[in-house]
C-alpha cells in the first residue's frame, strides 16, 4: 500500500510520488552531460533533490551510454578541516555506491591503493580517475550533499575535482553533478587560515545552475488523486485551493499535509470516509503545532544572521529593499524560505504561519491562558477588552519582552501576535501578511461561534493591521485607516482594527496608549496606541 512520504527519497511502487525525471528538464540535463559539462543541482531541503538523482542515474545506466553513479557525501561533514578524514569518507560512500548501485567490487581495492599511495589532497581525483580508466563508457558522478562539506575537505574536494576536468572524458568523469541546497558560488568556505574562498572561484569549471522547482498546482493536485485511484478515499474539491495556498507546491508540505490527512487523522484510515475542509483545517493546525523536523531546520535558519536581515525587513513591513544584499536574498531563496517573483514575500501560508510563531514560542509558553475572559455569552470574541488587556500587558512588559527576541526590529508586531495566538490557539485562527516595503502586518483572525460546526458554521471574522508610527501620528492614521478598510473588505471582516506602534526613545506610556473609533467612508475602524 503506498502512501505520503516525508523521509528520505521517494520509492516507486512505496509512495505517491511525480515522475522524478519529469521534474527535471531532462533534455537539458542529457545535452550538459554530452556536451561533457560540470553543472550543479540546487533546491531547497526536502524537495526531491535524491529522487531526481538517484531517477537520472538509474535512466542514464538503462540507456547504456554512460556509467553513471550516485554517491551522498553529507557524512564527511564530521571531518570539517581535516582534508584526509574528509577524503577518506567520500571515497568510502563512493566505494559504498559503486557497490550498491553498479554491483562493482573493485573500488574497495583501488580505494585501499589510492590512500596508500597518494596524499589526501589528491587521493579523490586519483580514484575518480581510475574508476574511469577502468570503465568501457564515459562516467557520469553525483555527488549529493555537497555543500554540507566544511572547510578545507570541501575546498580539497572542489579543486580536486576542478584538475581532473581536463583529463575529461578518457581518464576523468565526462560529466559531474554537485547537488545540494545552495548554488556553489554561494559557498562561503573558511580555510584554516581564516582565508574565505567562494565556491565559484573552487569551482570555476561550472557551466551552469538547475533549480529544482516545486510541484505545480497539477502535479500537486495528481499526488493527492493518486491516493484517491489507490484506496477510493475522496478529498472534497475545495481542499485543493486550500492546499495549494498552504503550500505552493512545495514538495515536502504537500506530503506532510497528505500524511496528516490520510494517516495521522485515525479516523480517515477507514477509507470509506471522505476527507473535508475540516478535516483538512485541523490537519493544519496539527502540522503546524508538531514543529515537524522540515520546519524545525527551517526555523534554525532564522537564527544566521543573513537570513535574519532578510525575514526582519519582511515581517518588519519596512520599505528598505536597497539595504538588503543580493547575496543573503539569494542565499535565503535557496534554503526555500521566500520567494522574489513576482514580489519579495515568505514562500508559502504555512512558512507565515510558522515562523512568527517559532519566533515567539517561548512568549507563548509563558503568557496567561485566559480565553474565557475574552468572551461574550455568545461566544464571540470581545476584542475591546482582549486588545484594552494587549496595552496594557505591553506597556508592563514591552521592555524586558522586545530585548529577549532575536528580531527586533519586528518586536512589536510579533509580540501582539504571540499574544493573540495563545488566545485563539485552539478554537479560531490567525492569517498573517506581511512583506517589504508595505509598512504594514495584517492579521486576518477567524473566530468560529457554534463549536460543534466549526469553521463550517458562523464565524467570527476581524481584521487588524499593524503599524510603526512614521514621520506624523496624522499621516501615519490616514494611510493606516485606508489600508485597514482595504483589507476588511478583501477579507468580509466584521470588525476592522487599527493599532499604532510608537517607537520614538523618551515618549511618556501615558502618551503612547490611548484609544478612539474612526470613520473611513462607511467602515468603523478601532484605533489603538501602543
Not at 475522496?234 to 485551493?241: N, R
Not at 473566530?447 to 503599524?467: M, N, S, T
Request: aromatic letters at 10%; hydrophobic letters at 40%.
Amino acid at each position: 500500500m503506498r502512501f505520503f512520504n516525508t523521509a528520505g527519497p521517494s520509492v516507486p511502487g512505496q509512495h505517491y510520488m511525480i515522475d522524478p525525471l519529469a521534474r527535471l528538464d531532462l533534455p537539458d540535463v542529457e545535452a550538459l552531460i554530452d556536451q561533457q559539462r560540470y553543472f550543479v543541482l540546487h533546491a531547497p531541503r526536502q524537495t526531491g533533490k535524491t529522487s531526481c538523482l538517484l531517477a537520472l542515474m538509474h535512466h542514464l545506466n538503462a540507456q547504456g551510454r554512460y556509467q553513471a553513479l550516485y554517491a551522498n557525501v553529507e557524512a564527511a561533514q564530521a571531518a570539517r578541516g581535516d582534508v584526509a578524514q574528509g577524503m577518506a569518507t567520500i571515497m568510502d560512500f563512493i566505494e559504498m555506491s559503486a557497490q550498491i548501485y553498479l554491483h562493482d567490487t573493485r573500488f574497495k581495492t583501488w580505494k585501499r591503493e589510492v590512500l596508500a599511495e597518494s596524499a589526501a589532497s589528491g587521493a579523490l581525483a586519483t580514484l575518480l580517475s581510475r574508476w574511469t580508466q577502468a570503465s568501457d563508457k564515459p562516467t557520469v558522478l553525483m555527488l549529493d550533499e555537497i555543500d554540507a562539506l566544511v572547510g578545507d575537505t570541501l575546498i580539497s574536494a572542489l579543486r580536486q575535482l576542478r584538475a581532473g576536468y581536463a583529463q575529461r572524458p578518457a581518464a576523468f568523469p565526462q560529466s559531474v553533478i554537485l547537488c545540494g541546497v545552495r548554488d556553489v558560488r554561494d559557498y562561503r568556505i573558511h580555510a584554516k587560515n581564516q582565508e574565505i574562498i567562494t565556491g565559484g572561484s573552487a569551482f570555476n569549471i561550472k557551466t551552469k545552475s538547475l533549480r529544482l522547482g516545486n510541484f505545480s498546482r497539477a502535479e500537486t493536485e495528481e499526488l493527492f488523486r493518486q491516493h484517491t485511484a489507490d484506496t477510493g478515499q475522496t478529498f472534497a474539491p475545495e481542499i485543493f485551493d486550500e492546499l495549494w495556498q498552504d503550500t505552493q507546491g512545495q514538495p515536502w508540505l504537500v506530503n506532510a499535509m497528505g500524511y496528516e490527512l490520510t494517516w495521522e487523522d485515525k479516523a480517515a484510515r477507514d477509507r470509506s470516509m471522505p476527507i473535508t475542509l475540516k478535516h483538512y483545517s485541523a490537519a493544519r493546525e496539527r502540522l503546524i503545532q508538531s514543529r515537524a523536523t522540515h520546519l524545525d531546520q527551517l526555523t534554525d535558519k532564522l537564527r544566521e544572521p543573513r537570513v535574519h536581515g532578510v525575514v526582519a525587513a519582511l515581517m518588519q513591513g519596512e520599505a528598505v529593499e536597497d539595504q538588503l544584499p543580493p547575496d543573503d536574498v539569494q542565499y535565503v531563496e535557496d534554503l526555500g524560505l521566500i520567494v522574489t517573483r513576482p514580489q519579495l514575500a515568505i514562500a508559502n501560508r504555512i512558512y507565515r504561519e510558522t515562523i512568527p510563531r517559532e519566533l515567539t514560542w517561548t512568549v507563548q509558553m509563558v503568557l496567561p491562558y485566559e480565553q474565557v475572559w475574552y468572551l461574550t455569552p455568545e461566544r464571540r470574541l470581545d476584542m475591546g477588552k482582549l486588545l484594552s488587556a494587549f496595552q496594557q500587558f505591553f506597556r508592563e512588559h514591552a521592555d524586558s519582552w522586545l530585548e529577549r527576541f532575536d528580531y527586533k526590529e519586528a518586536g512589536p508586531q510579533l509580540l501582539l501576535q504571540a499574544f493573540l495566538q495563545r488566545v485563539v490557539n485552539g478554537g479560531g485562527r490567525i492569517n498573517r501578511e506581511y512583506g517589504l516595503g508595505r509598512r504594514r502586518t495584517d492579521l486576518f483572525l477567524e473566530w468560529p461561534l457554534d463549536e460543534a460546526q466549526g469553521f463550517y458554521g458562523p464565524v467570527q471574522r476581524v481584521v487588524i493591521e499593524l503599524k510603526l508610527l512614521h514621520k506624523s501620528l496624522e499621516q501615519t492614521l490616514a494611510q493606516g485607516l485606508e489600508q485597514t478598510a482595504d483589507y476588511a473588505d478583501r477579507c468580509g471582516a466584521d470588525e476592522a482594527h487599527l493599532i499604532i506602534f510608537d517607537r520614538r526613545p523618551g515618549v511618556a506610556w501615558e502618551e503612547k496608549i490611548w484609544q478612539r473609533s474612526e470613520l473611513h467612508g462607511s467602515r468603523a475602524i478601532a484605533v489603538w496606541g501602543a
